[in-house]
């Protein structure tokens, strides 16, 4: 079974500032996909990142880029130029990799990151 | 393009009494995902279609939790009876067979079980 924890309960970030949040995970998997998905408070899931074990190359998107140690099964996440709109929780999330079909997500407890003024 | 359409947003009952929540994927996506989200915790999986068949739903409370996707089209999840230790709220979720592995969330029902 895989397990992903998720450290930091709460983290506060002023806004235009860089905040980076940790992941970390435990799998016996060596092909896999790891996610951070942001929920926004009463509002959908959205994917934020996305990045394939088999890469060593860390994922960017725009102000939202990961660093990915495979060895030491660590995902953390790094948002430069915080925004009041990246307010959210952040959620971490391992799938297996699958060839025919999706698998479910394993998700972490979360962290609820507030950006202030 | 729509996004995932679960209904209600809402639903309050008291114990005992049976529900129901719809999601209607995204056009094309085959594969289907119920999750559970319990406050303050990550979403967890109920149960996972392919088309109209349910191929993971080894975590669904069976005696009283039930899943039906007749068409490989939309879905609906049934509790009967509800407790109290339901009240949670259930996310839908599909991917399609191209991007098999990004899910696109609907925005969920927030069930209340008094």
């Known amino acids: 079974a895989q397990t992903v924890t998720q450290s930091q309960p709460e983290m506060s970030v002023q806004e235009a500032e860089t905040v980076t949040l940790s992941c970390t995970y435990d799998t016996s998997e060596n092909n896999y996909y790891l996610f951070w998905y942001k929920q926004p408070p009463s509002r959908q899931m959205i994917l934020v990142i996305r990045q394939e074990a088999y890469k060593q190359q860390n994922a960017t998107e725009n102000r939202f880029s990961v660093n990915f140690q495979k060895a030491a099964k660590s995902f953390s996440l790094k948002i430069s130029d915080s925004q009041l709109g990246d307010t959210a929780m952040y959620f971490c999330?391992?799938?297996?990799?699958?060839?025919?079909?999706?698998?479910?997500?394993?998700f972490g407890k979360g962290t609820s990151l507030l950006v202030t003024p | 393009e729509a996004g995932v359409v679960q209904s209600p947003r809402y639903k309050i009952i008291e114990k005992k009494q049976p529900v129901a929540f719809w999601c209607n994927p995204i056009s094309g996506h085959n594969t289907l995902y119920w999750y559970r989200q319990n406050l303050g915790q990550g979403p967890e999986l109920l149960i996972r279609?392919?088309?109209?068949?349910?191929?993971?739903d080894s975590q669904l409370p069976k005696d009283r939790f039930s899943a039906e996707r007749l068409k490989g089209v939309d879905s609906t999840l049934k509790i009967q009876p509800a407790e109290l230790g339901d009240s949670a709220v259930y996310l839908c979720a599909s991917s399609s067979q191209i991007s098999k592995n990004i899910q696109y969330f609907g925005a969920g029902t927030r069930l209340s079980v008094l």
């Open positions: 999330a391992f799938m297996k990799h699958a060839a025919n079909s999706g698998y479910a997500l394993n």
């Open positions: 279609y392919e088309n109209e068949e349910a191929v993971d």
